[in-house]
């Protein structure tokens, strides 16, 4: 007997495949602004599946979110709010309601 997966599974099966190891925080998010899936990064950070992403942290935080510009235009969009880190929204082929959203820290340059 074969376990068929069904297609949200396959979904978060490929975004762990993409973003487990990313040395950020990574979600994949749904245009209801709720978490999907998230990397090990997020989840410390309480960015954990079922909550809504705008409810983590201070709102401060989710000012100039650009989730639903991305979902409308299907074009990846990026800013860097505070010096030390760079966010990201990311549109999926094919799945127009859902979108990954990362915030990548900017490590400190090395001097050579």
């Given amino acids: 007997m074969s376990e068929e997966i069904n297609e949200n599974d396959k ?7 993409m973003w487990d190891s990313f040395p950020g ?3 994949l998010i749904n245009s209801r602004h709720i978490i999907i899936a998230s990397n090990k990064t997020a989840e410390e950070n309480g960015f954990t599946e079922g ?5 983590v942290g201070s709102p401060e935080l989710h000012k100039g979110c650009m989730a639903n510009h991305t979902l ?6 990026t800013d860097r709010k505070l010096d030390d880190r760079i966010r990201g ?3 999926l082929e094919g799945y127009d309601d859902l ?3 990362f915030t990548l820290p ?5 001097n050579e």
Avoid at 11 to 17: V, Y
């Fill in 11 to 17: 979904i978060i099966l490929a975004f762990h495949l």
């Fill in 25 to 27: 925080s990574a979600r």
């Fill in 51 to 55: 909550v809504i992403c705008a409810r």
């Fill in 72 to 77: 409308k235009t299907r074009t990846a969009q």
């Fill in 89 to 91: 929204w990311l549109p």
């Fill in 99 to 101: 979108f990954v959203h």
């Fill in 106 to 110: 900017i490590p400190k340059k090395i």
